[in-house]
C-alpha cells in the first residue's frame, strides 16, 4: 500500500513530513530533511526510500526537489557522539525544518517522538510508508546522505562507504583493521570504542573477525 495524502489533506495546513537516515551507521552524521509538498503536483511512486532501488531514489529526489519545499539538516558525528544518535537525530531533524525557509502549520515525524519544533507536530510510526511528506523526506534524506559518504570516501578509500554508507558491512570492518579509525568514525559506538580499546592496549586485531566476536558477545 503506499503512503496517501490523507493527513496532509485533513490538517488544511501546509504540512512538513520529516524522516531521518543514519542512526545506524559506524561512520558519517545523520541526515534529515524537511518536505513540504505541493499537493497538486505530487511526484508518483512516493515510498519509503530503503523500499526503493538507488536509481529510483534518485530520481524521485530530483522531482521532489522540484516540485516541493525542500530543507535538508545534519547533525555531525560530533554531535553523535556527544548528544547520542536519537538526540543528534531529533536536531539534524529541527535544522531540516528551518532551512526549509517557508512557514508550517504542522509537522509529520516519522517514528514515536518528536523533536523540538516550532509548530504543532504528529509523531508517525512507520509514517515513511504511510504519508506522502514523510515518505519524500526519507527519499531526500537518503539520497543526501549517500552523496555525502560518497564524497568522504574519495578522501577515505579503503572503507567502502560509497557502496555501504558507513553501516558496519564486513568490508567497513575490514577497512578499520587495516586502515584505523577516521575522524568520521563514532567513537561512542561499541565496535569503534571496542577497536580504539584494543589498539591503545596494544592490540592489533589480524581481520574482521575482531568486531564478530565482539558482536557476537553484545548480542
Not at 4 to 26: C, I, K, N, Q, S
Not at 72 to 85: H, I, Q, S, Y
Not at 144 to 149: E, Q, T, V, W
Not at 165 to 193: C, D, K, M, N
Amino acid at each position: 500500500m503506499a503512503p496517501t495524502l490523507e493527513r496532509e489533506h485533513a490538517l488544511g495546513v501546509p504540512v512538513a513530513g520529516l524522516d531521518e537516515v543514519g542512526r545506524g551507521p559506524w561512520a558519517g552524521p545523520v541526515v534529515a530533511a524537511a518536505v513540504v509538498l505541493d499537493l497538486a503536483r505530487v511526484p508518483e511512486g512516493l515510498a519509503d526510500s530503503k523500499q526503493l532501488p538507488a536509481a529510483r531514489r534518485v530520481a524521485l529526489d530530483r522531482q521532489i526537489r522540484t516540485a516541493a519545499m525542500v530543507g535538508v539538516g545534519v547533525a555531525t558525528v560530533e554531535e553523535v557522539d556527544r548528544l547520542n544518535v536519537l538526540h543528534a537525530s531529533m536536531l539534524a531533524m529541527r535544522r531540516a525544518l528551518d532551512g526549509l525557509g517557508c512557514a508550517v502549520g504542522h509537522a509529520l515525524v516519522d517514528g514515536n517522538r518528536l523533536p523540538d519544533l516550532p509548530c504543532p507536530g504528529t509523531a508517525v510510526v512507520g509514517g515513511d510508508g504511510l504519508c506522502a511528506s514523510i515518505a519524500a523526506a526519507s527519499i531526500v534524506a537518503k539520497v543526501a546522505r549517500d552523496a555525502l559518504m560518497a564524497e568522504l570516501a574519495l578522501d577515505h578509500p579503503g572503507y567502502g562507504w560509497e557502496r555501504n554508507a558507513g553501516y558496519g558491512t564486513p568490508e567497513h570492518q575490514q577497512g578499520l583493521v587495516r586502515h584505523g579509525v577516521t575522524h568520521h568514525h563514532r567513537r561512542s559506538f561499541g565496535p569503534i570504542a571496542d577497536l580504539m580499546a584494543a589498539l591503545a592496549a596494544g592490540e592489533r586485531p589480524a581481520d574482521a573477525s575482531f568486531f564478530r566476536q565482539r558482536l557476537e558477545r553484545a548480542g
